[in-house]
């Protein structure tokens, strides 16, 4: 990386036809046009941090925040309570990881190619640049820039194969996925036509989970964490600054930065289960959302709810049920959507 990286950062230095704003906006357009870098490396930690986060949290809540806050109502009760908070954990866990390990691949062999032979559009070549590039111009102009080929089987030239309509290739993962909705940097992995079941119900009970979790940690951390007269520790960072210098406890900027990373969650967990709610009942996918494609399907409410989450779908909130009640979907030929 350093040696592909450094001859045209030092070619711009010392270009001496160029004003300092301009080298500054050579280098920020050379960066830009770098597409792999950031995704990559959010796409490499953010399962660490969300797993800290989970397993922290977890910790904190049964082992110190529930006995402290409850220790007026009887063990009894403080016993229940952890179990609910253990079962929340687990839930979530549980679910993250079908995200992660459960994929949405499309393979001609098992899926079928005949209907490439009667679609128009088997020559149109469609890389994972191209997707992401016409991805950007439907977002900037606000129309869908691919509607008139949505619906029909390309060509993906980094797997060398065709990709059936609602098929869509991942520059992360590298692979076409059927249905693809989203990259999920926290579960590192593609979302689409088998996982996404998971998706929804890990984000159901991540925002239960950290509003519960939001709640008691903030009459905790007032009540047993912070001094009296450390109330400027609830800043972000404060408190380990504050800890260099001897004035402060490790152990408070860690659960500060705890709540903190609460508060996100419920913010992000709740603006997700409200897309992915919407998402459900419309039979679309996040990107079909965002770009107003056009979709007539004849299903029921009831059958777009199934072609997500199988058969008994109300069983999938507590037990992950994928390989048993597969998505009640052809994922491949759609024959109850018309474009």
């Not at 399962?47 to 925040?65: D, K, R, S």
């Not at 995200?99 to 098992?110: A, G």
């Not at 519960?212 to 905790?220: E, L």
């Amino acid at each position: 990386m350093k040696v592909s990286t450094f001859p045209p950062l030092h070619a711009t230095a010392m270009d001496k036809n160029l004003s300092l704003q301009q080298k500054i906006l050579v280098r920020f357009n050379e960066r830009r046009r770098e597409v792999d870098a950031n995704p990559r490396i959010l796409n490499k930690y953010s399962p660490v941090l969300f797993i800290a986060e989970v397993t922290g949290v977890w910790y904190y809540g049964t082992c110190h925040a529930v006995p402290f806050l409850y220790a007026g109502y009887g063990e009894q009760t403080i016993k229940v309570i952890q179990a609910i908070v253990c079962f929340l954990t687990f839930e979530v866990v549980i679910n993250w990881w079908y995200v992660h390990t459960v994929e949405s691949n499309y393979d001609p062999q098992r899926h079928g190619t005949e209907q490439v032979h009667k679609s128009e559009a088997l020559s149109q070549v469609v890389c994972d640049t191209d997707f992401q590039s016409k991805r950007r111009e439907a977002h900037r102009t606000g129309r869908d820039s691919t509607s008139g080929q949505y619906w029909s089987w390309k060509y993906c030239s980094v797997c060398d194969q065709p990709s059936p309509p609602r098929c869509h290739h991942c520059i992360l993962c590298n692979r076409c996925s059927l249905k693809r909705d989203h990259h999920c940097f926290f579960a590192r992995n593609c979302v689409g036509y088998r996982n996404f079941r998971h998706f929804t119900v890990m984000v159901f009970w991540a925002n239960l989970a950290s509003v519960i979790g939001f709640a008691h940690a903030v009459p905790f951390l007032l009540m047993d964490v912070l001094p009296e007269d450390g109330y400027i520790d609830l800043l972000p960072f404060v408190a380990f600054i504050r800890w260099l210098f001897g004035y402060s406890n490790f152990r408070v900027g860690v659960i500060v930065l705890g709540l903190w990373f609460l508060a996100m969650l419920v913010v992000l967990t709740t603006s997700m289960m409200n897309d992915s709610r919407k998402w459900v009942i419309q039979g679309k996918t996040s990107y079909e959302v965002d770009n107003n494609i056009p979709i007539r399907d004849t299903r029921t409410v009831g059958d777009k709810i199934r072609a997500v989450y199988g058969q008994y779908w109300l069983l999938n909130f507590m037990v992950p049920m994928h390989w048993m009640f597969q998505p009640e979907i052809d994922p491949v030929n759609w024959p109850t959507i018309n474009n």
